[in-house]
């Protein structure tokens, strides 16, 4: 299964084909491009705010909002006063903290193997898979789109929180199918179906044939790192990850917030989310972005490009 993605990859893995699609998309084959993309927009206060600034005075090129999360209004007022904001939607399926929950958007009617028997979405990847249908991926996932859309979030791209909508073979088709039908790329890198390394074959490989033959181009890498003993340690790792990114298109995914109280009763890792603030807001990153050439870009233009090549608006 692909769960965790973000802290999986210590450093950038780039895939072993030779000019990139991607980036021949964006109009540059040889230019080395980078997503640096926020997670779990709209989870919480503490989330969406450190997401903001990083967006406004940092590093951060857009993100991604879990619409069954409790702070997603904060979102949609902030999109209303930055409408060039790249947001896409973080198809969710799960609610992995112990004390802080959220349920389907959908009738829990017409998804019930979605819901735990405390009332809320599973915790646990591995109890979707278990107890979830196709059938109610499809309609949770769809209402999510749905609900983006009619609050005037206007989504450039959907991708899947803890990797649970590629956790099975019948799973990434409805992520694919959504895909197609709202006309939005979906997130899937590249080397992630090629090495099979965080996804199980079954997954990968049905995934990676369906993809090339669509000719819809695939993320060329995908980097985070597992450093958390200082601050200053995780900037450092990163700064190594950006220095070695290949020629391509590449997505680095962080997971920001602030150094409060509510985000450390949330989760036991509030510190390496306030890090990853301070790290796509620090000056040392931009200048090693900056002398490395490196065009930082969101998935508006992916997405534009996309429909572009098919001949849409």
Known sequence: ??????????????????????????????????????????????????????????????????????WVMEVVQFAKSHPDVDLGVHLTLNSEWSAFRWRPLSPPDKVPGLIDPEGYMWRSVEDVVKHATPAEVEAECRAQIQRAIDLGLRPTHID??????????????????????????????????????DTTPSVARPLLKQMEASGVPLLDALAGTNVSASSDGRRAAYAKVIEGLPRGASQIIVHLGLD??????????????????????????????????????????????LRSKAGEG
Not at 1 to 29: E, T, Y
Not at 278 to 302: K, M
């Open 1 to 70: 299964m692909l769960i965790a993605v973000a802290v999986a990859l210590s450093a950038v893995a780039p895939s072993n084909a030779g000019q990139s699609q991607m980036a021949a998309l964006l109009g540059s084959p040889d230019a080395t491009y980078l997503i640096v993309h926020a997670d779990d927009m709209g989870m919480c206060h503490s989330e969406n705010q450190a997401t903001f600034n990083a967006m406004e005075r940092g590093l951060v090129t857009c993100g991604s909002v879990m619409m069954p999360c409790p």
């Open 160 to 197: 899947t929180h803890m990797g649970a909508v590629v956790a099975t073979p019948e799973f990434a088709q409805v992520y694919l199918k959504l895909g197609r039908e709202f006309r939005l790329p979906v997130m899937l890198p590249k080397v992630m179906l090629e090495d099979g390394k």
């Open 260 to 305: 409060d109280d509510e985000l450390k009763a949330i989760t036991s890792f509030a510190r390496t989310r306030y890090w990853d603030y301070l790290a796509f807001t620090h000056p040392e990153t931009r200048r090693i972005i900056q002398d490395r050439g490196i065009r930082l870009i969101g998935w508006r233009p992916i997405m534009q490009a």
